[in-house]
């Protein structure tokens, strides 16, 4: 297989001797470019899968450069480089399409992470564009299909039926993907959407919760961090605690994956949910302050089901808290961060019935694995 070809584009010689250096030594086939002009003139001769580019540069700006690859080269990956004091630009940079940040002086072995991964997120996202591809292409073929043959309506309906079935059942094997790939960023997260989704619906169905709404908030619970694929490693694996401004950016991830998803018809109302889920009862929450009545019916479901699975994990930093101890938790917050009524139908279902979930997850994880 082919190595990588990458783009180093900085106007400090050293800097892309130094990147060259390391980046070949990786396997990498590295071209340089001293300039954004000089970059998009090897652009035009030769495909790039990885374009690194300093910020602040002599003419033609990194994020100018930025915005021309995005427009004129989709399929090419691009990863900002920038001094320490200029991190709002490289955030700024994120919201137009760059995959990922570095910040000045580099440290080289984190430097190759970032590289690795903004190429394992280029071809994952090239794979789904393709398979969206394939599949509107089969929906376009299937609809002429059963414009042709409108005698045999009663049969060419159920084809369509099979075939709507199958768009969906695709839909939904691209959002295991995502989440999949969220997972091997976020490790110390992992099996807590699929926790997180089926105590959800445990709660929903106790409170009454039935047919598309059920299905509604299901989706919501499985995607509710989706948006955490806007957030650079940097803050999403950083062990210690986070900066005031890595705060701010991490919270981002509720609008990021609410973006994401609400132009998906089928996903819509799941999308609202993504943009709740850190709402509280009282009106304390992000990203909108909103309480009460405000937040969705299911986003309200979603936090005590997702309080209840954070605080039941073994974590790095701490262990598993037991149930009781949780439960204590729980209601002390019913009427602040919880709805009242929520928490009420959390404590009519039994312990147990919640170890006999976890250990269903647990069990489906580990056949995954295996």
Known sequence: MAASRLLIVDDEPNIRELLTA????????????????????????????????????????????????????????????TAAVDTHLAVQAMKLGAYDYVTKPFNLEELSVHVEKALERRQLLLENREHHRLLEQRVAEQTQEIRAHLALERQRRAELHHTLNLLEESYHDTIDALIMALDYRDNETQGHTQRVSVYTVELAQALEVSGPELETIKRGAILHD?????????????????????????????????????????????????????????????????????????????????????????????????????????????????????????????????????????????????
Not at 22 to 44: I, M, P, Q, V
């Open 226 to 370: 989706i948006g955490k694929i806007g957030v650079s490693d940097t803050i999403l694996r950083k062990p210690a605690k986070l900066t005031e401004q890595e705060w701010v950016e991490m919270k981002r991830h509720v609008e990021y994956g609410y973006n994401m998803l609400k132009d998906i018809a089928f996903l819509q109302d799941a999308a609202k949910i993504v943009l709740h889920h850190h709402e509280r009862y009282d009106g304390l929450g992000y990203p909108n302050k909103i309480s009460n009545g405000s937040v969705l019916f299911g986003a309200r479901i979603f936090v005590v089901a997702d309080t209840f699975d954070a605080m039941t994990s073994e974590r790095p930093y701490r262990k598993a808290l037991p149930y009781d101890q949780v439960k204590t938790e729980i209601v002390r917050c019913s009427g602040t961060q919880f709805d009242p009524r929520v928490v009420e139908t959390f404590l009519a279902i039994p312990k147990e019935r919640w170890g006999e979930l976890r250990r269903s997850v647990d069990d489906t994880l580990a056949a995954r694995r295996s």
């Open 22 to 81: 390391k980046l070949s030594h990786l396997g990498y086939d590295c071209r340089t470019a001293e300039s954004a002009d000089r970059a998009l003139a090897l652009l035009e001769q030769q495909p790039f899968h990885l374009v690194l580019s300093d910020i602040m540069m002599p003419g033609t700006s990194g994020i100018d450069l930025l915005q021309r690859i995005v427009r004129a080269y989709p399929d090419v990956a691009v990863m900002m480089l």
